[in-house]
C-alpha cells in the first residue's frame, strides 16, 4: 500500500518518511512503531466560528480522585409509549440531539504504559470528569448509523473503504459522511466521555488493544468483528464501535468539505490496534483515495424537524 506522508501537531499528526509512514500505518508486526496515530487528545485552531463546529480538547495532568464511571441507562420498559422522535430516523440510525462543547479540557489520572515508554502520554487509563471550556454550546440534531456499514454475506464491517468510496456510499442511500464534530458528539455525549463507554479504558469492551498477531505493511491480520458483538462498545447514544474495529471515514468541518491541518479527510476511532481510541481523537494524512484493511464507513443524514418526525 501506498501512504501519504502522515501529520501531526502537538498531539496531532507531524511530516514523516514515506518508509515510516508505511510501517506506522500498518504498525509492523510487534506494533513498535505508532508515530502515525495522534496520542492522548487532539487539539484543533481555527475561527470561533468553526471551533463552534469541529471543538477541540486539551489534555492536562492532574493528581484528582477519579470520578465514578457513569451508570449505564436502563433499557426502556416493554410496552412504554414511544417518543415523538421515535421514527425520526431511517432503520439502522439512530437520533443523536443535545447540546455539544466544541471546546473540552480532559485530564489524565493514569497512564497505561510506564514512563520508559516512548509512549507513555499515549494510551490514558483513567480520566477525570471532562470540563466544558467553551462559553456557549452547541445544539445537534441529527441521525446516524447505529454500527459501522456492514458486508451482507458476513455482518463483519466493510473495510477497504476509502473517503471516496464512503462518501459515495452514503450519498447513494440519502446520507451523507458525518462531519468530524458529529462524530465526536454521538461518540462521547453531552458529558464529553473520553471514551464512548466512560472515563476508563477497557480493553474488553471493544475490539481494541490488540498487540499480536497484526501481520506486516499491506498484509494486516484481519481482526474484525461483527458489527455491534461488544454490547459494552456503546455511546451514551447507543452508537456500537466508535472505538475501535475498523476507523471511520468523516469530513472536516467548516465550509464544504472543511479543512483540517490542509485535509478533508480525517479517520474516526482508530482499529483493533493498541491506539487513539478515545473520541477526540483523529488521524489525518490520507488522500480521499487512500484505503485498507482497516478503514470503513459509517453515515449521517440529517433529521427531520420535531414537529415533523412528531407526525
Known amino acids: 500500500m501506498k501512504h501519504p506522508p502522515a501529520r501531526t501537531r502537538g498531539n496531532e499528526q507531524r511530516p514523516a518518511s514515506a518508509a515510516a509512514t508505511r510501517a506506522t500505518v500498518a504498525l509492523g508486526a510487534a506494533l513498535l512503531s505508532l508515530a502515525a496515530v495522534a496520542p492522548a487528545c487532539a487539539r484543533s ?6 471551533a463552534a463546529l469541529a471543538g477541540s480538547a486539551t489534555l492536562a495532568l492532574a493528581t484528582v480522585t477519579p470520578a465514578a464511571p457513569a451508570v449505564k441507562a436502563s433499557p426502556a420498559v416493554a410496552g412504554a409509549k414511544k417518543s415523538p422522535d421515535a421514527n425520526a430516523c431511517p432503520a439502522g440510525m439512530v437520533l443523536v440531539e443535545g447540546e455539544y462543547c466544541p471546546e473540552v479540557e480532559q485530564r489524565c489520572l493514569e497512564w497505561m504504559d510506564p514512563p520508559t515508554s516512548r509512549y507513555h502520554h499515549f494510551r490514558c487509563a483513567r480520566y477525570a470528569r471532562s470540563v466544558c471550556k467553551s462559553k456557549e454550546r452547541v445544539h445537534m440534531r441529527y441521525c446516524i448509523d447505529a454500527t459501522e456499514r456492514a458486508e451482507e454475506d458476513t455482518s ?3 473495510h477497504f473503504m476509502s473517503w471516496t468510496s464512503s462518501k459515495k456510499l452514503c450519498e447513494a442511500e440519502g446520507g451523507r459522511l458525518c462531519r468530524e464534530s458529529e462524530w465526536q458528539f454521538a461518540c462521547e455525549g453531552e458529558e464529553m466521555r473520553p471514551y ?11 475490539n481494541v488493544d490488540r498487540s499480536s498477531d497484526i501481520g506486516r505493511p499491506g498484509r494486516l491480520v484481519d481482526h474484525r468483528s461483527v458489527v455491534g458483538s461488544h454490547e459494552k462498545c456503546a455511546s451514551p447514544f447507543g452508537v456500537q464501535d466508535m472505538a475501535g474495529n475498523v476507523e471511520e471515514w468523516v469530513q472536516a468541518d467548516g465550509r464544504g468539505a472543511g479543512n483540517k491541518m490542509g485535509w478533508k479527510e480525517v479517520l474516526k476511532g482508530s482499529w483493533w490496534i493498541p491506539s487513539r481510541h478515545a473520541c477526540r481523537q483523529f488521524q489525518v494524512g490520507h488522500d480521499a483515495v487512500y484505503n485498507g484493511a482497516e478503514t470503513g464507513t459509517r453515515c449521517c443524514k440529517d433529521a427531520p ?6 407526525r
Open 196 to 206: 464512548p463507554y466512560g472515563w476508563e479504558r477497557d480493553s474488553g469492551a471493544c
Open 156 to 158: 463483519l464491517p466493510r
Open 305 to 310: 424537524p420535531r414537529e415533523v418526525a412528531a
Open 45 to 50: 485552531r481555527g475561527s470561533q466560528k468553526d
